[in-house]
């Protein structure tokens, strides 16, 4: 499953592309929204994921933009593992209400941690109350793409971690996690509006999924 990362690139008219889109992110972080906005947004018959990253907005407007999105009907929930547990608490106390899906991540911007590291990090984010665990991390090198991927190979994490390797050198991460036990990863909705480094236009990781995945 392939999850289309949408913000302010497309402005409020990327309802209108929500058309053609099944599965969507949607990076609150970067939109100025009304309530009404998130209303019409996450009411929309399409499994949206609800996010805000810190760094642009105030920690009490991200809560309140996930709230109102859980509320109107978001199928997920993004939460970083670096936030603080009352933030945490408040938001997957209100999905679990609305049966709203919780994912916990790590995002490393940098580098890709040791596997020591990566399993514990993975641990901390089910501990914590993950539904879905997802680790993102810059990869610099094949032994970084090799240490993500490799993390799928525990059983325990089968279709609840999604993996995602940043940056030119981790796009085959895109296309492998998926065919390997991630529940789905992320893609652009064209070349150019990309909101990670690495991310891939949609329809090419689709193609590229499905031919690597008929070998």
């Keep these: 499953m392939i999850y289309v990362s949408l913000d ?20 609150m972080d970067r939109m100025t929204l009304s309530g009404e906005d998130i209303r019409t947004i996450f009411s929309q018959p399409k499994r949206l994921i609800a996010t805000c990253r810190p760094g642009y907005l105030t920690k009490s ?18 939460i970083e593992i670096e936030s603080d547990s009352r933030y945490r608490k408040d938001i997957i106390e209100k999905a679990r209400s609305k049966g709203c899906v919780v994912i916990i991540s790590y995002h490393n911007r940098h580098e890709t941690p040791s596997i020591d590291s990566l399993n514990s990090i993975v641990t901390t984010c089910f501990k914590e109350g993950a539904q879905i665990a997802k680790v993102a991390c810059m990869v610099n090198s ?13 059983a325990g994490y089968h279709g609840r971690l999604v993996v995602i390797g940043m940056g030119a050198k981790g796009k085959i991460t895109r296309v492998l996690a998926p065919l390997l036990g991630s529940p789905f990863t992320y ?13 891939i236009e949609g329809k090419r990781l689709e193609e590229m999924i499905r031919l690597v995945g008929n070998g």
């Design 8 to 27: 302010d690139k497309y402005d409020i008219n990327f309802l209108k592309l929500l058309n053609n889109i099944d599965f969507a992110e949607i990076r």
């Design 61 to 78: 407007i991200r809560m309140d933009y996930l709230i109102k999105a859980i509320e109107a009907g978001a199928s997920y929930v993004d």
């Design 142 to 154: 094949p032994a970084d793409c090799a240490r993500l991927i490799g993390l799928l190979g525990n």
């Design 187 to 199: 893609a652009s909705y064209e070349e150019g509006k990309e909101t990670a480094p690495g991310q």
